[in-house]
């Protein structure tokens, strides 16, 4: 039976790993609001075919196939022309790419859901399109769809775990490369599964009290 | 652009073969996953559903556990871990096993929210005109429960089967697996993973369109 000063040992091996995950998760998370916001802007606001079916073939290609699969294109894939990522950068971008395309879905749904006399009154009143979409639109776009979005946090938390496939050093990582060196693989596991629990029940807690609060509005 | 074209043209009758064999055992891999976290979800729901206070801490917990850690943490467990006290899986059981634990947990979650959104009149109403309890979840109850759920069962599915690229970290010989030994027996890793990629985007995007075109009437 393992020790306490053993699980210490693993606890601190794991935690090396934490500061990788949270930047990933943080930046791709940065990535994935952003560009997927503005690729939502290019999708409801303008009329251009070709940008339409561009930002849907997107959207369509990143969310069927998995990520894993996604992650071995740019690291493993795109060396071989020379291209060549550090593991955290392309787990970065892979996880950001992806989440613009969560995301993009998750913001057209708000604004979809909004009544269309939101548009034509805020013209009525005078102001310019722009004006409309950034201070009408939005704002209101932006409470229905963050339930959404802060549930796709969550999984991108989780998500994170698999950019140790691509030897980024994460909790996974780290895991993984401790039980090679001992063999307390049961205790290793576990310890990292809960690692990943208590990062993730708090923001799921979140998630409850904002799809709560948001429920609450819409009724 | 013809560069990158040319090994799909030069190895393509070589590496379809292999490229068919893993899809059809990613496949197979997804739908016993499904299959038993639907199993796995139901049986969730009646301990959820329960009388019994200790069966329902126990689903919530569950539940909250198996969403909070990632579905890779589990599989390693399963199949690294347990050996370690005693308990020693194939990769294949492991797998399938890892996959339904975690899915069990949103499955019974869909059902839960589908149960809710019959309101309370149907089954009444079919216990007024002289259903028993068990014709009237059947007959009633069910159906309705089927229809709202059934899309985003679909996009659970697509989830599953984009997460059974996981299994390929603990050994199961499925499409990313494959892939990865396509990659450094032809050294040809872009075009193999791009394919491989194409493989999972031919299974599981007609059922996201499926899963669109269900919940379009539902919505409105």
Known sequence: MPDFSTFRLILEGLLTGLSVTVIVALAALVIGLVLGFGLCLLREFTRIRTVHFTIDAYVELLRNIPALTHLFILYFGLASLGLRLSSITAAIVGLGLIGAAVTCDIFRAGFRSLPKGQIEAALAVGLRPGQT?????????????????????????KDTSVVSAI????IMFF???????SFQTTLIYATAAGLYLLLSLPLMQGVRVLENHYGKLKA | MTGFLQPYVEYGSEWWPLLAEAMLNTAL???AGFALSVVFGLALLLCQTSSSKALRGFATVYVTTLRGVPLLAILFLLYFGLPGVGITFDALTAAVLGLSLCFAAQVSELFRAGLKAIP????????AVGFTPVQSFTFIILPQVVRVILSPMIVTFVSLLKDSSLASLITVNELVLTGRAMATEYFLPLQIYVAVGLCYFMIGWPFSILSRRLAAPAAR
């Open chain 1, 133 to 157: 979409i950034v201070s009408i639109l939005t704002p209101q776009a932006m409470r229905i769809a963050l339930p959404g979005l802060s549930n796709y946090a969550v999984q991108l938390v």
């Open chain 1, 167 to 170: 030897a980024a050093p994460e």
């Open chain 1, 175 to 181: 895991a993984r490369s401790m039980v090679t060196s």
């Open chain 2, 29 to 31: 891999l997804t739908i």
């Open chain 2, 120 to 127: 309370k009149g149907q089954r009444e109403a079919a216990m």
